[in-house]
């Protein structure tokens, strides 16, 4: 028997193309899954208001991971009980794991950082020409992406280094940086694999599966940068999608990994039909 299916996929350079954020021509693909029962959860670096907008309009619903594993929302009309510990926003049930940006900009400032700052030029201070280029993102999709609630992106100008000499001192702030495919970002401790740990986790979540625990759940985890490490080294399969012009990510694990030929969209969908048990669903 084929087991429940879940993929967590990153969004940028793995769903959807690396600079066109094209996805439309595997929309059949993804609709097919849909009605296969396997599910598919957004997990990304992009904040609520894209993903949300994305999930809309790919007509998924399902829960989706929003900044590189911050929190988990959980649509209401999706779920019969309340998750633990879950906060009641809007029609969404939201599990908050990472810092607040409030919080995130006060430590920056408290704390001595000083000597790092030079290096740094964050995405809120910079011209919307500037925003433009370095996110790709014009008008109404730029705007949706600075609405974020617990990360700060920015562009590093100091080379390798300084980087990690402030990464450990972040670290011991209880704060760290992630690397999207574009820009990097100042956050907490949190990470996609910690949120898809979490989720899978959550009784009210397995219940809308029909099963009692994770185990009964195949994971597949799809991504092409640094910040999608953490879920592509726990899920029982990981897809590497290449990025152009780019080696392909490294992973420490030895079996289940495949390395995407294509780039995204088609690279996503070309790798997951090589997985035996995509294939099982699909023909079911
Ligand atoms: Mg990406």
């Known amino acids: 028997m084929v087991k429940n299916v879940i993929i967590f996929t990153d ?27 396997v599910r598919i959860i957004p997990s990304s670096s992009k904040c609520f208001l894209e993903i949300e907008h994305i999930v809309k309009e790919i007509g998924l619903k399902t829960p ?62 910079m011209t919307k020409l500037q925003q433009s280029y370095y996110t790709g993102l014009k008008s109404d999709a730029l705007s949706r992406s600075l609405d974020r609630r617990y990360s700060e992106p920015f562009i590093w100008m100091g080379n390798n280094e300084h980087l990690s000499e402030f990464k450990k001192s972040l670290n011991e702030e209880g704060l760290s940086i992630f690397s999207g495919a574009r820009l990097k970002h100042l956050t907490g401790l949190n990470s996609k694999g910690d949120a898809m740990r ?36 726990i899920a029982d399969y990981a897809i590497v999608l290449r990025l152009p012009g780019r080696n392909p990510l490294k992973l420490k694990r030895k079996s289940n990994f495949f390395n995407s030929i294509k780039v995204a969209p088609d690279g996503w969908k070309e790798t997951l039909l090589e997985l035996d048990l995509i294939k099982k669903k699909l023909d079911r």
């Open 11 to 37: 969004l940028d350079g793995t769903l959807l193309n690396f600079k066109t954020f094209e996805y439309k021509i595997i929309m059949p693909f993804i609709e097919n899954l849909n009605k296969k029962g």
């Open 64 to 125: 989706f991971i929003v900044e590189n594993g911050s929190a988990i929302y959980i649509p209401k009309e999706t779920i019969s009980q309340i998750p633990t510990n879950a906060i009641d926003e809007n029609k969404y049930w939201v599990l908050e794991l990472g810092t607040e940006r409030e919080t995130i900009n006060k430590k920056i400032r408290q704390n001595d950082f000083k000597d790092y700052m030079r290096f740094i030029l964050f995405l809120k201070n």
């Open 198 to 233: 979490e989720l899978l986790a959550q009784p009210s979540f397995l219940q809308t599966m029909s099963v009692d625990s994770s185990e009964d759940i195949t994971t597949i985890a799809c991504g092409d940068s640094e910040n999608d490490l953490s879920m592509l080294e």
